[in-house]
């Protein structure tokens, strides 16, 4: 059922979603887009690692492709990275 600025859906709707949302997390990895974008003073770019993995790398560049940073990710699981002032003001 739709409302004026939102949606409803029942709890039934929002279990499953929940248990496809855990399933999802323990097996597909994923990088979302730095928020904001364009960056100003800082940003944060959210991301999930499978359970399988114990290791990553989330590695800035430029709009060349140099890297400018990298960062090392030690465990599974969602995560959030902020990048610094300096850094974002060179993306």
């Known amino acids: 059922m739709s409302q004026c600025c939102g949606s409803f859906s029942?709890?039934?709707?929002?279990?499953?979603?929940?248990?496809?949302?855990?399933?999802?997390?323990?097996?597909?990895?994923?990088?979302?887009?730095?928020?904001?974008?364009p960056s100003n003073?800082?940003?944060?770019?959210?991301?999930?690692?499978?359970?399988?993995?114990?290791?990553a790398q989330l590695m800035i560049t430029d709009a060349l492709g140099h890297i400018l940073k990298t960062y090392s990710i030690t465990q599974s699981g969602p995560g959030k990275q902020i990048i610094n002032q300096c850094l974002a003001s060179r993306l």
């Open 41 to 55: 003073n800082s940003s944060s770019i959210s991301y999930n690692i499978p359970l399988r993995f114990h290791n």
């Open 10 to 37: 029942s709890g039934m709707e929002s279990d499953a979603n929940n248990s496809l949302q855990t399933k999802l997390s323990a097996t597909t990895a994923r990088l979302d887009q730095n928020i904001p974008n």
